[in-house]
């Protein structure tokens, strides 16, 4: 049994002055895993959203920024007013055909690799806006990695979007993600 006061230790092999000593607590000492895995566990639990938001969906978006939802779970919680600095575009509300080049500017200049979740049936479909300046989906002009649909979805539907988009990054099932490996395999 050993002294119940004294911490275990592993012996240790090789230049023992030059080794720290292993606890034997039941920690694991290391890992094994691929780099693509390891920063995709990175980037899924530290999206930094840009709020795209136009109309009143952007309002429901404030309600999931609220400590009562505590995106901080999911590590969503930085939002960011410059593409720059984010990587999650979060098209929030009706695009007009007079704000379709803003957002895909937007889009143009955020980090890689990014992600797009579009909330609330105007961003999806156009909605009930079945009207000649009104974009009838976003994806008319940038991929669209998770719908979420309502009118306005309410905070815990964006949230399960969230969750969705870390479930697509994790398999490496986002737009972006695809598009690299197809440029991978066709060698360039
Ligand atoms: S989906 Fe509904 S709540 Fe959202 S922007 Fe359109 S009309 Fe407003």
């Known amino acids: 049994m050993g002294d119940p006061g004294k911490t275990p230790t592993l012996p240790v092999q090789g230049n023992a002055s030059a080794r720290a000593p292993h606890l034997k607590d039941g920690d694991p000492a290391f890992l094994t895993t691929r780099m693509d895995a390891l920063l995709d566990a990175a980037r899924k639990n530290s999206l930094w959203p840009f709020p795209f938001g136009t109309a009143c969906c952007a309002i ?50 955020m ?30 002009f940038i991929p669209v990695d998770v719908y979420v649909p309502g009118c306005p979805p309410t905070p815990e539907a964006l949230l399960q979007g ?27």
């Open 111 to 140: 980090a890689e690799p990014k992600y797009v979740i579009s909330m609330g049936v105007c961003a999806c479909t156009g909605g009930f806006y079945r009207a000649y300046h009104v974009v009838q989906g976003i994806d008319e």
């Open 60 to 109: 429901e978006f404030m309600s999931f920024m609220m400590s009562h939802y505590d995106i901080s779970r999911f590590g969503a919680e930085v939002v960011r007013f410059s593409p720059r600095q984010s990587d999650l575009l979060i098209v929030a509300g009706t695009v007009t055909d007079k704000m379709a080049p803003v957002m895909v500017r937007i889009y143009e200049q």
């Open 162 to 188: 969230v969750v969705k988009l870390q479930e697509m990054i994790a398999r490496g099932e986002t737009h972006y993600q695809r598009a690299l490996a197809a440029a991978r395999a066709a060698g360039r």
